[in-house]
């Protein structure tokens, strides 16, 4: 259950990016309350998931989900350039959170 509260917690860090960016500075409402709940839930389901995993590996799984969902989505429906750098720094996230979490440990 640990794991799904940190993958479901990247996916708000995800809308909290993406409601950031359309907020204008939170000069717009509906997505600067939208930031504020995304947050929120976020930074609550990434607590839940450090009651069990080791904080390492869980907060590079977060960061990570945030990081890579985000530049995904803007290269999809932003218009982001979709670079052949930028896709390999992509896959290096990937792989180093795969990486990061095959390298096992305990949270005690």
Do not use: Q
Request: include cysteine; charged fraction near 5%; charge should be neutral.
């Amino acid at each position: 259950m640990a794991w799904l509260f940190v993958i479901v917690g990247g996916l708000f860090e995800t809308a909290f990016a993406l409601c950031l960016k359309a907020s204008d500075g939170f000069s717009k409402l509906w997505p600067t309350l939208g930031f504020a709940v995304s947050v929120a839930i976020s930074m609550g389901l990434l607590g839940l998931g450090l009651r069990d995993l080791p904080v390492g590996t869980a907060y590079a799984v977060w960061v990570g989900i945030g990081a890579v969902g985000t530049a995904v989505v803007g290269i999809l429906y932003l218009g982001d350039p979709a670079t052949v750098l930028r896709t390999a720094a992509i896959a290096m996230i990937v792989g180093g959170v795969v990486m990061l979490n095959l390298a096992g440990g305990s949270a005690h």
